[in-house]
């Protein structure tokens, strides 16, 4: 039996033939209906329209949406929302003027994280993750990547992906899992280049035999990885079928973009650091630049310059990077708004970026992303707003007033 929303003041990315990401000019527009009707059946949108045309008869469910926006749940393509404990030590340190890569240097950062997450057993480490998966939910997330990363040994990798396995088993949100064996050089290698003929030929194999991830990602940063450890993983990853995901350009621009572009990643995210050359890189690709601001603000650092690359022709999506050293926030909204506020960038590309671009950085665009017959019901029914202007512009409060998985009304105490 469907389920029929009503009076919906205006219905958000609708698109009634389906697109695959939209770049350069076509971010500003965002189309709508206002006054609108939506059907969903079998957790599918199955309808859409104006008011006038609003199907009649009997539904399992009618819900009145006078004075609320009705959109796409929030595409997050850029997490890593599994680890363990936090870093909040190391945020007081860099409020007292030590930087991220003094504090790593000092044994914190990642390692720090790893330490942590070693020491965790992996019942623990779903227990607190979960929290921060029904937080992202509650705050409007209907699709999320998540990484390893803190593990760095076999043994906490594989305990990692697992969590993220069993957090997708568990939870109507569409999860996409990433590998990131090569996140930071454990101590106890001299070199990345044997700590990536480990992670190639003592990980990967498992992870791909065990079907634990869909993407491969790397720190490819100056005292992280270089341009030939990227290379290396990501032909190694490309065997087993693992399409890239990479972290490139955070605080020094070296290549890793064209890396990217060049074993066709899926994304290059970061960009904080762009020349004009990694810019041009990205053009007619199908690769994905995605921003993460609230790394931007969290750590100090420069914003990602979408402003110029939307105008130069560029796709953007938005993501949260969740993490606990750089980001330690899932929150889409706050992404959103930050985007608008620091990168320049209007409501209607923000909403592009974190909605329909978002799916595509997931290889989900088919699914969800936006308002078209057939995708999954993942929906954000806002609170009364005036406009959906009102999702920036209100930054720090939410907006989203409810939230439905594949046409499921959920809600945190709706979690098991
Ligand atoms: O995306 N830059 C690399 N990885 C994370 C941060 C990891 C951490 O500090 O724990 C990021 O910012
Ligand atoms: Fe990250």
Same mark, same amino acid.
């Given at each position: @039996? +469907? /389920? =029929?929303?009503?009076?919906?003041?205006?219905? *958000?990315? #609708?698109? !009634?033939?389906?697109?695959?990401?939209?770049?350069?000019?076509? @971010? +500003? /527009? =965002?189309?709508?209906?206002?006054?609108?009707? *939506?059907? #969903?059946? !079998?957790?599918?949108?199955?309808?859409?329209?104006?008011?006038?045309?609003?199907?009649?008869?009997?539904?399992?469910?009618?819900?009145?949406?006078?004075?609320?926006?009705?959109?796409?749940?929030?595409?997050?393509?850029?997490?890593?929302?599994?680890?363990?404990?936090?870093?909040?030590?190391?945020?007081?340190?860099?409020?007292?003027?030590?930087?991220?890569?003094?504090?790593?240097?000092?044994?914190?950062?990642?390692?720090?994280?790893?330490?942590?997450?070693?020491?965790?057993?992996?019942?623990?480490?779903?227990?607190?993750?979960?929290?921060?998966?029904?937080?992202?939910?509650?705050?409007?997330?209907?699709?999320?990547?998540?990484?390893?990363?803190?593990?760095?040994?076999?043994?906490?990798?594989?305990?990692?992906?697992?969590?993220?396995?069993?957090?997708?088993?568990?939870?109507?949100?569409?999860?996409?899992?990433?590998?990131?064996?090569?996140?930071?050089?454990?101590?106890?290698?001299?070199?990345?280049?044997?700590?990536?003929?480990?992670?190639?030929?003592?990980?990967?194999?498992?992870?791909?035999?065990?079907?634990?991830?869909?993407?491969?990602?790397?720190?490819?940063?100056?005292?992280?990885?270089?341009?030939?450890?990227?290379?290396?993983?990501?032909?190694?990853?490309?065997?087993?079928?693992?399409?890239?995901?990479?972290?490139?350009?955070?605080?020094?621009?070296?290549?890793?973009?064209?890396?990217?572009?060049?074993?066709?990643?899926?994304?290059?995210?970061?960009?904080?650091?762009?020349?004009?050359?990694?810019?041009?890189?990205?053009?007619?690709?199908?690769?994905?630049?995605?921003?993460?601001?609230?790394?931007?603000?969290?750590?100090?650092?420069?914003?990602?310059?979408?402003?110029?690359?939307?105008?130069?022709?560029?796709?953007?999506?938005?993501?949260?990077?969740?993490?606990?050293?750089?980001?330690?926030?899932?929150?889409?909204?706050?992404?959103?708004?930050?985007?608008?506020?620091?990168?320049?960038?209007?409501?209607?590309?923000?909403?592009?970026?974190?909605?329909?671009?978002?799916?595509?950085?997931?290889?989900?665009?088919?699914?969800?992303?936006?308002?078209?017959?057939?995708?999954?019901?993942?929906?954000?029914?806002?609170?009364?707003?005036?406009?959906?202007?009102?999702?920036?512009?209100?930054?720090?409060?939410?907006?989203?007033?409810?939230?439905?998985?594949?046409?499921?009304?959920?809600?945190?105490?709706?979690?098991?």
């Amino acid at each position: @039996m +469907a /389920i =029929l929303f009503k009076n919906i003041k205006e219905l *958000l990315q #609708v698109r !009634n033939e389906p697109v695959q990401f939209v770049s350069g000019k076509e @971010m +500003a /527009i =965002l189309p709508t209906i206002k006054n609108a009707f *939506l059907l #969903v059946e !079998n957790g599918l949108i199955a309808d859409f329209g104006s008011m006038n045309s609003c199907p009649k008869g009997a539904f399992k469910e009618v819900i009145d949406c006078t004075g609320k926006m009705l959109m796409p749940t929030w595409c997050d393509s850029h997490t890593h929302l599994v680890y363990a404990g936090n870093r909040e030590s190391e945020f007081v340190d860099r409020i007292k003027g030590l930087t991220y890569e003094e504090i790593a240097t000092k044994g914190g950062g990642i390692l720090n994280s790893a330490k942590t997450l070693q020491n965790t057993s992996e019942d623990e480490l779903y227990n607190q993750s979960k929290v921060r998966l029904e937080e992202i939910i509650s705050l409007g997330t209907g699709a999320v990547e998540i990484k390893s990363g803190y593990g760095l040994t076999k043994e906490s990798e594989l305990k990692m992906l697992r969590v993220i396995k069993k957090l997708n088993e568990n939870y109507p949100i569409e999860i996409k899992a990433t590998f990131l064996g090569a996140h930071a050089l454990p101590k106890s290698y001299q070199n990345t280049t044997s700590y990536i003929d480990y992670v190639i030929n003592e990980i990967l194999p498992i992870v791909s035999q065990e079907n634990l991830a869909q993407f491969i990602d790397v720190f490819c940063e100056t005292g992280y990885f270089s341009i030939n450890d990227t290379e290396r993983l990501l032909k190694a990853g490309k065997q087993y079928g693992l399409i890239p995901k990479i972290h490139v350009n955070q605080f020094t621009a070296i290549g890793g973009v064209q890396v990217g572009v060049k074993y066709n990643a899926l994304s290059v995210d970061h960009l904080e650091e762009m020349r004009v050359e990694d810019i041009n890189a990205l053009k007619n690709t199908k690769t994905m630049p995605v921003a993460l601001p609230g790394c931007s603000f969290f750590l100090s650092i420069p914003y990602t310059p979408a402003r110029t690359m939307i105008d130069e022709g560029l796709p953007l999506a938005l993501a949260t990077d969740y993490n606990p050293g750089s980001s330690p926030s899932g929150n889409m909204n706050f992404a959103v708004s930050s985007a608008c506020v620091k990168m320049k960038i209007t409501p209607e590309e923000a909403i592009n970026a974190a909605t329909i671009n978002g799916a595509y950085a997931m290889g989900l665009q088919n699914k969800v992303g936006s308002i078209t017959k057939g995708k999954m019901a993942n929906l954000i029914v806002t609170k009364p707003i005036n406009s959906y202007g009102f999702i920036p512009y209100a930054f720090g409060e939410n907006k989203v007033e409810k939230v439905y998985l594949k046409g499921v009304e959920v809600s945190n105490e709706g979690f098991l």
